[in-house]
């Protein structure tokens, strides 16, 4: 058992996966020599060498479309789009060529490929380098989209992405690079697809992706002092979405809180209630409740940031004013 | 209506083709790729009218891009292409589909939205593929696909195979930024891959030479990626077949990425929707007159292949149309058992739990 930090989660999985199957290639931008302006490809270079770790000129369409083409002839591949923002760049070959050719062309061609990405805020980078984009993503059919929050969940997710023969979206949060936890030794492989109760309750469900993860368990632990037992899900893929998980969680508290990084209006929350409200409304005590970042461009603004993306206290006040109020757990 | 050229393109002076080369009769190329190159591009033409005849009798739904008038460029590569490399090609990817192989009969079912069509009517006229043929797929979204064949270059560079990718494209893609990205990272990691521009003079409904910073949009920009700066009449077969060798050769033995401009031109307009009126009437008159079929008609009786050999060749490729034809017609609508498969490699489209 190590303790890595989520930014050596990164390196980790892909050299376990690497190691594991010698086809398996990976292009970005300064991910060779420089081991990734996050540092999360450090040592990729000198195990595996400048065929198999290459560097690319800033080139996002040119990225993801030889990484297609790569898969879809044989070769495994795991491309970084520096930060998530600059999917927009390249979202043609994402949206409209990789997750559409498998159905245009009835399953004559698979792409076996991780496009990994630096996601979220709190780094006070302004509104082109921060924004959550997992909503862009999830909307797209013919694409998986996942998100962890611990390092093993990083080595263990990415492993499962990585062996999956569809394209993965797989958001790495910035914020989260410093954080640290246990990942056990050998090899560590994970399921897409599947949520995971992290801290159990009986009063309200809140689930959560990512950096708003860690946050959700802090404001549960505050709100168990004012006598809410709050059911704390990590959602950690959105597709394939593990509503199973969510839905019985929700059936059991009646009522759900989503908290969301992705600014709100078609967030990942929506899907997520409105799942809720099709399948166990009459298990609903309340309303479910979207807490999220507002519908505006991110500022670069430490002060303003902060205000943005929902924070701790944000969580913990509006679930104690949701269950106080009339539907409440009494 | 506009009488001025600015407005009324058809009004500008005709950009005439280059004269007929003579010197290629005696380019070293066996009589029998010859003949090949001649079946293909009779195949190539018919099942371009067929597509439009059928059009017109409203069983081709949604649009449809036809190559007719351009089919020397895809006979002369696909003549030159072995049968491992990869084609990757526009919505106008009918004639490079067909000349990788790809069976006239499922091409026509898939443009009729028809269960026995290559893609079993969920790709349609505009998507074209038959990954067993090399024929990688036909994207719509004009560019992607040059960087697209990048990755299956690289694939085949990391595999060790002497497979080459081939792009094709019109000259309208040149302006748009995957092309250029592509060209650098191809030249830079040596890929084995050739990108065609198939220079039809017209982006769409638009001159190309009043929206592109140079004469020549593809060759034009070849030296800006270390590349030579390669012009070929598109509408003379064995010319493109004779560039097309020795580029794939140049891919295969590892010494990178060419750019070919051949020129060529629609003798229709852009797409189902389109008379191509906007050009000026001298203009289609003279290209009418470089039709690559009558051109290389001419070539082979002169090289001495005997007139009774070509028509039995233009009899047998119309009743193979015709048999296509009556394939295609056959077959069924898709079911809805198809609609929500292939989305994701377990053959379904389950998003969720």
Not at chain 1, 173 to 183: E, F, Q, R, W, Y
Not at chain 1, 295 to 312: N, S
Not at chain 2, 281 to 293: M, S
Not at chain 2, 297 to 304: E, F, Q
């Amino acid at each position: 058992m190590a303790e890595l930090s989520y930014r050596e989660a990164v390196a980790h999985g892909i050299a376990q996966e690497m190691r594991r199957d010698p086809t398996l290639v990976m292009l970005g931008e300064d991910v060779a020599a420089a081991g990734g302006v996050f540092k999360t490809t450090v040592g990729l270079l000198d195990e595996f060498g400048p065929l198999r770790v290459r560097d690319t000129p800033i080139s996002e369409q040119a990225i993801i479309g030889a990484a297609m083409g790569a898969a879809m002839t044989g070769i495994p591949v795991i491309a970084e789009i520096m930060f998530s923002d600059f999917l927009a760049v390249c979202w043609d070959m994402i949206a409209n060529e990789i997750a559409k050719s498998r159905y245009m062309t009835n399953g004559q061609v698979s792409f076996p490929m991780v496009i990994r990405t630096a996601n979220g805020g709190g780094a006070r980078f302004g509104a082109q380098h921060s924004q959550s984009v997992e909503n862009w993503a999830m909307m797209i059919p013919g694409l998986k989209v996942v998100a962890p929050s611990t390092p093993v969940d990083v080595v263990g997710l990415l492993a499962a992405a990585i062996r999956d023969p569809d394209p993965v979206v797989f958001f790495e949060h910035k914020s989260l690079m410093a954080a640290k936890g246990p990942v056990p030794d050998g090899d560590v492989v994970d399921t897409l697809g599947t949520a995971r109760v992290i801290r159990e309750g009986t009063d309200v469900t809140i689930a959560a992706l990512a950096l708003m993860v860690p946050r959700a368990f802090e404001a549960a632990t505050r709100l168990e002092e004012a006598g809410i037992a709050a059911e704390v899900i990590d959602v950690r893929s959105l597709v394939p979405l593990d509503t199973q998980t969510i839905l019985e969680s929700v059936s059991k508290t009646g009522r759900l809180f989503t908290v969301e990084e992705n600014p709100r209006v078609c967030g990942w929350g929506a899907e997520v209630v409105s799942i809720v409200d099709e399948e166990v409304f009459w298990d609903l005590d309340g309303p479910s409740i979207r807490i999220t970042t507002p519908h505006i461009p991110l500022p670069a603004a430490a002060a303003l940031e902060d205000m943005a993306i929902p924070a701790v206290n944000r969580i913990y006040e509006t679930v104690l004013k949701s269950v106080d109020g009339p539907g409440g757990v009494g | 209506m506009p009488t001025d050229y600015r407005y009324d393109y058809s009004l500008r002076d005709p950009r005439l083709p280059q004269p007929v080369d003579r010197e290629l009769e005696n380019a070293p190329i066996p009589v029998d790729v010859r003949l090949a190159m001649y079946r293909k591009l009779q195949e190539l033409r018919q099942f371009g009218k067929r597509a439009h005849d059928m059009f017109l009798q409203n069983l081709v739904k949604g649009t449809t891009h036809l190559s007719l008038g351009m089919e020397g460029v895809a006979t002369g590569f696909g003549a030159a292409m072995r049968p491992g490399d990869y084609t990757f090609a526009t919505y106008r990817g009918h004639a490079h589909a067909l000349a990788r192989g790809v069976d006239p009969g499922a091409a026509l079912a898939e443009l009729l939205g028809r269960e026995n069509g290559v893609l079993g009517g969920k790709g349609g006229s505009m998507h074209l593929t038959d990954v067993a043929k090399g024929m990688m797929g036909s994207y719509a979204i004009i560019g992607a696909h040059l960087c697209i064949a990048n990755g299956a270059a690289w694939s085949a560079q990391m595999r060790g195979t002497d497979q080459v990718a081939v792009a094709f494209f019109g000259d309208g893609t040149t302006n748009i930024g995957a092309f250029h990205e592509a060209l650098n990272m191809a030249q830079v990691w040596r890929l084995p891959v050739v990108f065609v521009c198939e220079n039809n003079l017209y982006m769409e409904y638009t001159p190309i030479d009043l929206v592109t910073a140079v004469e020549h949009p593809a060759a034009g920009r070849a030296v800006a990626y270390g590349m030579e700066p390669i012009i070929v009449d598109g509408n003379d077969p064995d010319a493109v077949y004779l560039v097309a060798a020795r580029v794939l050769d140049r891919a295969r033995r590892g010494e990178g990425p060419s750019l070919v401009e051949a020129i060529t031109y629609r003798s229709g307009g852009h797409s189902r929707a389109d008379p191509g009126k906007y050009r000026p009437p001298a203009e289609v008159e003279a290209w009418a007159g470089h039709d690559p079929i009558p051109l290389y008609h001419s070539r082979l009786l002169s090289v001495g292949v005997p007139e009774a050999t070509l028509g039995k060749v233009q009899r047998e490729v119309a009743e193979a149309i015709d048999a296509a034809t009556e394939f295609a017609k056959a077959g069924r609508e898709p079911g809805e058992s198809t609609l929500l498969t292939e989305v994701y490699a377990d053959g379904g489209s389950r998003w969720r739990n």
